[in-house]
């Protein structure tokens, strides 16, 4: 029998009006849900699993995940190898995974190549669909622009610089149309756009605020 048959006896499911009903059996047959209710018998050869004490609903979605920042400390991220970033976002997709949350759209950091090897099977977690980077304007959301050393740090450094990655601030209609080409070019899903000042702005005259 296929791997994605599946019996699950004596599990509390999630039903329609929104509560759990059970215990009852969980017959999946050809990766569809076939038949849900009390006593119900596996077919021969399909896998039973014991649902005792278990709680069964559908796959949950996360449409605001940054699963490539571990950390809001910015010099903790400038003096991480961007190597043991990738490895700490695979962490954190497979404990996303794991939470139950089967759908993630990731608002910033992860890039279609995290997305791929997921999807590839190489690391264990949700269907993703990146935004690769989230676009923002000059000394607005997105722009951590550091005054001292006059240098460029997109938003505290959460997202780290590395080869072919899409520019993250532009300004003007004809500059954002290049800029989304370019997202769309690496592999986006969707586009982010930064529309406020938010956590960190660096011209206060503009009206930003706190928000993000």
Not at 134 to 149: V, W
Not at 175 to 195: H, N, Q, S, T
């Given at each position: 029998?296929?791997?994605?048959?599946?019996?699950?006896?004596g599990?509390?499911?999630?039903?329609r009006?929104?509560?759990?009903a059970?215990p009852?059996?969980?017959s999946v047959?050809?990766?569809?849900?076939?038949?849900?209710?009390?006593?119900?018998r596996p077919?021969?050869?399909q896998?039973?699993?014991?649902?005792?004490?278990?709680w069964l609903?559908p796959g949950i979605?996360?449409?605001?995940?940054?699963?490539?920042?571990?950390?809001f400390?910015q010099?903790?991220?400038?003096?991480?190898?961007?190597?043991?970033?990738?490895?700490?976002?695979?962490h954190?997709?497979?404990r996303?995974?794991?939470?139950?949350?089967?759908?993630?759209?990731?608002?910033?950091?992860?890039?279609?190549?995290?997305?791929?090897?997921?999807?590839?099977?190489l690391?264990?977690?949700?269907?993703?669909q990146?935004?690769v980077?989230?676009?923002?304007?000059?000394?607005?959301h997105?722009?951590?622009?550091?005054?001292?050393p006059?240098?460029d740090?997109?938003?505290?450094?959460?997202?780290?610089?590395?080869?072919?990655?899409?520019p993250?601030?532009?300004?003007?209609?004809?500059?954002?149309?290049?800029a989304?080409r370019?997202?769309?070019?690496?592999?986006?899903?969707?586009?982010?756009?930064?529309?406020?000042g938010?956590?960190?702005?660096s011209?206060?005259?503009?009206g930003c605020?706190?928000?993000?």
């Amino acid at each position: 029998m296929p791997d994605n048959n599946i019996f699950v006896a004596g599990v509390h499911a999630l039903d329609r009006g929104g509560g759990f009903a059970g215990p009852v059996d969980v017959s999946v047959v050809d990766g569809r849900i076939e038949g849900v209710g009390r006593s119900l018998r596996p077919a021969r050869d399909q896998p039973r699993l014991d649902g005792r004490g278990l709680w069964l609903l559908p796959g949950i979605f996360d449409c605001h995940l940054h699963a490539g920042l571990a950390s809001f400390d910015q010099l903790e991220l400038m003096r991480t190898p961007l190597s043991r970033r990738v490895l700490e976002t695979a962490h954190t997709l497979r404990r996303t995974l794991a939470a139950g949350v089967t759908f993630v759209r990731d608002a910033g950091i992860a890039d279609a190549g995290v997305r791929d090897a997921v999807a590839a099977g190489l690391v264990p977690g949700p269907e993703l669909q990146v935004s690769v980077v989230a676009l923002g304007t000059t000394g607005g959301h997105g722009d951590g622009f550091l005054a001292g050393p006059g240098i460029d740090g997109p938003v505290d450094y959460m997202l780290p610089d590395y080869p072919g990655r899409p520019p993250y601030l532009a300004d003007g209609p004809a500059e954002f149309r290049v800029a989304v080409r370019r997202l769309v070019r690496a592999g986006a899903d969707w586009i982010k756009l930064l529309a406020t000042g938010g956590v960190r702005c660096s011209l206060p005259r503009l009206g930003c605020t706190s928000a993000a």
